[in-house]
T-cell receptor
Framework: AQSVTQLDSHVSVSEGTPVLLRCNYS??????LFWYVQHPNKGLQLLLK??????LVKGINGFEAEFKKSETSFHLTKPSAHMSDAAEYFC??????????????FGKGTTLSVSS | GAGVSQSPRYKVAKRGQDVALRCDPI?????LFWYQQALGQGPEFLTY????????KSGLPSDRFFAERPEGSVSTLKIQRTQQEDSAVYLC?????????????FGSGTRLTVV
């Protein structure tokens, strides 16, 4: 069964320093992968998505992620954190279209804290 | 509308009460999903519709949970005889096609508290 593991439940950084949120997936085939962000009392917002095109994916707000099949990883990075980046981040996987499962599979989330 | 709309925003139910949660997807979106997000956890899949057809309901936790989308647009998630473990945020998401490349748009959710 497909699964997503977010390696850190909480990451704390200072404003202006790099952000790294780690995600590993378990799958026997190349999945579609997403990163979503959830601010308090707001809906989930798509940051970026990987769908078997370029392995380095650029998203909104300066975030990017690199798909590494050999490591089954899809880590999220940002060169310089901003206070407004503080939120919950979810790594999400989905199988290919001809697979029976249509659901998105969420990791447990990583809380990003940004201090001034 | 411009986004996925869910109502009510908050719902407090007494244990044993039935509740109905509504989702208005983006107009024209074929796929619709329901997810349950417990406190401090990631969302978990409940059920999936393609137009009016419920193609996957494997995530529904019990037969007290029922979802419908009779005309292929608005969907309702109904929970009968609510229990405290049903307390969670219920998220609805829609997608233009049954195709992962389009991504999914989520609503802000309904926070259900069973007392």
């Amino acid at each position: 069964a497909q699964s997503v593991t977010q390696l850190d439940s909480h990451v704390s950084v200072s404003e202006g320093t790099p952000v790294l949120l780690r995600c590993n997936y378990s799958s026997s085939y190349s999945p579609s992968l997403f990163w979503y962000v959830q601010h308090p009392n707001k809906g989930l917002q798509l940051l970026l998505k990987y769908t078997s095109a370029a392995t380095l994916v650029k998203g909104i707000n300066g975030f990017e992620a690199e798909f590494k099949k050999s490591e089954t990883s899809f880590h999220l990075t940002k060169p310089s954190a901003h206070m407004s980046d503080a939120a919950e981040y979810f790594c999400v996987a989905r199988g290919t279209a001809n697979q029976a499962g249509t659901a998105l599979i969420f990791g447990k989330g990583t809380t990003l804290s940004v201090s001034s | 509308g411009a986004g996925v709309s869910q109502s009510p925003r908050y719902k407090v139910a007494k244990r044993g009460q039935d509740v109905a949660l509504r989702c208005d997807p983006i107009s024209g979106h074929v796929s619709l999903f329901w997810y349950q997000q417990a406190l401090g956890q990631g969302p978990e899949f409940l059920t999936y519709f393609q137009n009016e057809a419920q193609l996957d309901k494997s995530g529904l936790p019990s037969d007290r949970f029922f979802a419908e989308r009779p005309e292929g647009s608005v969907s309702t998630l109904k929970i009968q005889r609510t229990q405290q473990e049903d307390s969670a945020v219920y998220l609805c998401a829609s997608s233009l096609e049954e195709g992962f490349s389009y991504g999914y748009t989520f609503g802000s959710g309904t926070r259900l508290t069973v007392v």
